[in-house]
């Protein structure tokens, strides 16, 4: 089902066009500069500075670059207005497109322009300055605007190839009085930071008006939304209820009165009624604040933090494989008159299409450009979400086996002259095991040094044109880099390998939230195969843009180049959308030598952890330890399906919010009575 069938309550505010007349040339350049000079220059820029980096274009590459710098255009002069999007693939110009017509309206003397660029990462964002100011535009008419601390000494030896990253500082400092400055380049959180209540006017007006243009890099969303699984609270309430002295805490009584509504609320769905929105009891400022000092540092603290932060809004119980509550606030403006996303994502992400305001441009002729005939995805059918990698990590760390060791493996079959990236999830607390750290500890035992530098000047021939890899430039071999660092990020185009230790799955109540903060309608129905689709889509975004990190984002004569993919991913409906990005891909079996490949055992197991989860909700609510063979004794499992239940029981385990003690499960509330109360509290 295509998420645009999707039926909102009411209906959407779409941008609203110019209502003045179309802008005339000379209004924006002395001499009357036309359209078609100012695309034609930027064309040409763009196309310079693509093969100077050893690209080398098809002329359909080139039409479709074309499309890009026409559509920055037809926004500043008038010809078109509204929100566009262009689907151009990774690596194939998107961020040079925006150095190439920025320069080309500097040269050709546009002084009458003015836009705003966001895009997800601060060094992106440096890069990009870096690249005007290089190409002669003036650094004073560059706004750059971030958070992070500047450091002269780090940011030389981030330049100098000296360290592989910033560790939080930022490559060239923040600028001051953004509205002066004609071109500003804002992050995408800066974007979004201060809601729709501030409206546009800190990161997208100039001189007390809006910018002619906003370029925004990579998958645009109006909304940020949130989804709290309403057990996690019921969690939280009851184990804070078990630290002494707690009874009167104001924390604790509205966290009880929150679940009373909401149980309620969801009787009512249970009876047959249709969901409605809760609106909780009303907190001042003040009173926020004291609650949020009352928050306990363990399970489901941050749940609660969350919960507090959204409180004020209106809410909706939504009846997913558990029921959560959800809510959106809307951060992006929708005044803004001329937006441009360029999304490699954006054909496949389903995600995108909920916004209807968002219009795809010239989609077909983005469609098999690039043959990605030299790339192979080596596929391992294993489940890769974080649950189970967090389980790998522990086999990995206490017997030097399992999932993760298979990671280890190819790396220790790659020749010393390939470099290679590692995606895995970054670690959420100290409680849990580091997956990088743990990965790196095994390849020191296997006898590969994780942190060895290579001369990019000697590596194969396959990137020998990577930027930064010139003879005598120091590389780092192997690197590891987390989820959320999959997009934007071009220093590592240099390796041939890219092996993905996990993909990230998001939640589905989550995903139900996003949906209705894009579409303006909070009880939106989302029918179950929809969800799925667009569940899919998410893992197929990341994964495309995680491999787009490596050397396959290099074109030349319409074709990536070569790389070797190594993907732990239990299904393989991935595949068709896969192949729809990257055309012409191979698929190979990741043949496992540590554990066996069980694609097509998950069904199995997915019947058996529904069952252990309805087990455990049917226990009584003063039992909170129950041995796991208790469990498989009134399960009646097999003998044979034992490693099954275990599986199983693991899944369960974390999504019924349980801790393993021995051979027993705890319900995760009573961990609260072994956690010492703040200072507030006391």
Not at 91 to 96: A, D, I, V
Not at 111 to 118: A, F, K, L, P, Q
Not at 343 to 357: F, G, I, M, P, Q
């Amino acid at each position: 089902m295509n998420i645009a069938t999707l039926q909102p309550g009411g209906p959407q505010t779409a941008p609203q066009p110019f209502t003045t007349t179309e802008k005339q040339a000379s209004e924006i350049a002395p001499g009357r500069c036309p359209s078609s000079a100012l695309i034609d220059h930027a064309h040409r820029l763009l196309i310079e500075g693509l093969e100077r980096y050893g690209n080398r274009l098809t002329d359909a590459h080139k039409d479709a670059l074309r499309i890009i710098v026409s559509t920055f255009t037809d926004k500043v002069y008038g010809h078109s207005t509204g929100w566009s999007a262009i689907p151009l693939g990774t690596g194939m110009g998107k961020t040079q497109s925006i150095i190439a017509w920025i320069t080309a309206l500097h040269r050709l003397g546009i002084d009458g322009v003015s836009v705003v660029v966001c895009a997800s990462q601060v060094e992106a964002l440096c890069d990009i300055k870096r690249a005007l100011m290089d190409r002669g535009v003036p650094e004073e008419i560059i706004g750059l605007w971030h958070s992070y601390p500047y450091d002269p000494e780090k940011a030389r030896e981030y330049m100098a190839k000296e360290r592989q990253d910033l560790k939080g500082h930022a490559s060239l400092p923040s600028t001051t009085d953004h509205q002066s400055k004609r071109i500003l380049l804002v992050t995408h959180n800066r974007a979004r930071g201060g809601g729709i209540n501030l409206g546009s006017a800190t990161w997208n007006m100039y001189q007390g008006g809006p910018r002619d243009l906003v370029i925004w890099d990579e998958s645009f969303f109006i909304s940020d939304s949130w989804a709290i699984e309403k057990w996690k609270l019921k969690s939280a309430a009851l184990g804070l209820s078990e630290v002494p002295g707690q009874k009167k805490n104001p924390l604790l009584t509205y966290l009880n009165s929150a679940l009373d509504l909401l149980c309620a609320e969801e009787a009512a769905q249970e009876s047959g009624r249709a969901p409605q929105l809760v609106q909780l009891p009303s907190l001042t400022v003040e009173d926020l604040d004291v609650l949020r000092g009352l928050v306990q540092n363990g399970l489901w603290g941050d749940e609660v933090k969350t919960f507090l932060d959204i409180c004020h809004n209106p809410l909706r119980l939504y009846k997913g494989q558990q029921s959560s509550m959800i809510s959106y606030e809307v951060m992006i403006p929708q005044d803004i008159q001329n937006l441009v996303v360029l999304d490699a994502s954006h054909s496949v992400r389903k995600l995108c299409h909920a916004n209807r305001a968002l219009k795809s441009t010239g989609g077909h002729l983005y469609k098999h450009l690039v043959s990605y005939e030299n790339v192979t995805i080596h596929q391992l059918t294993k489940p890769s979400g974080r649950t189970s990698v967090k389980e790998y990590t522990k086999e990995l760390a206490t017997a030097d086996t399992g999932v993760l060791k298979e990671a280890v493996e190819v790396i220790m079959n790659i020749p010393d002259d390939e470099a290679i990236i590692v995606f895995t999830f970054k670690q959420r607390s100290s409680r849990e095991r580091d997956s990088v750290k743990t990965l790196k500890r095994s390849l020191q035992k296997n006898g590969i040094d994780p942190d060895q530098m290579i001369d990019a000047g000697n590596l194969t021939q396959t990137v020998k044109h990577s930027p930064g890899c010139s003879q005598g430039t120091k590389r780092r071999r192997i690197n590891f880099l987390t989820w959320g660092n999959e997009c934007s990020l071009n220093h590592y185009s240099y390796c041939s390998h890219v092996i993905l230790a996990g993909v990230l799955h998001r939640n589905p109540c989550e995903l139900v939230s996003k949906i209705a903060g894009e579409t303006g309608d909070l009880m939106i129905d989302v029918p179950g195969d929809t969800l799925r689709e667009i569940q899919t889509s998410e893992v197929v975004h990341c994964i495309y843009q995680a491999l787009s990190r490596g050397s396959s984002r290099i074109i030349e004569n319409g074709k990536a180049k070569t790389m070797n993919a190594w993907v732990i991913h239990s299904s393989h409906d991935i595949q068709p959308l896969i192949d729809k990005v990257m055309p012409k891909v191979k698929w190979q079996e990741w043949r496992p030598k540590q554990v066996l490949s069980t694609g097509r055992k998950k069904p199995k197991q997915s019947a058996m952890t529904t069952k252990i989860l309805r087990y455990l909700d049917q226990l009584p609510p003063d039992i909170n330890t129950v041995s796991s063979t208790a469990v498989k004794k009134a399960m009646k499992i097999p003998t044979d399906q034992s490693r099954t239940f275990k599986r199983a029981l693991g899944i369960a385990r974390d999504r019924a919010g349980c801790i393993l003690s021995g051979r027993s499960l705890v319900r995760g509330s009573s961990l609260f009575s072994a956690i010492e109360p703040s200072p507030v509290t006391r």
